[in-house]
């Protein structure tokens, strides 16, 4: 038996989720060239101050799109460590931030 709505309701959530992973990737993206530079400049990879004001910030749009801000706060937490982890592989490959040459 189909059930036309449920189908659509699930396209919809594959759209949506498509869209989540291709955002996360672009983000990544940027956030390994952020890993960089702190690198070249000789920056920590973890960033307290920044973190506090994002996880502020992110709580504030949560509750004003009606999604949970405890759920958006534990989501960037997880994304910002896995940041910071390679921000650190990107510190230990080459302190100096010097682009790794290739063969």
Known sequence: MSDDRLESLR???DNIDAAVVHMLAERFKITKAVGEH???VGLPPADEQREREQVAR????AERAGLDPAFTEKFLRFVVAEVIQHHRRIAEADPSGAPAESS
């Open 58 to 61: 992110l709580r504030s749009l």
């Open 38 to 40: 702190k690198a070249a």
């Open 11 to 13: 396209a919809s959530i």
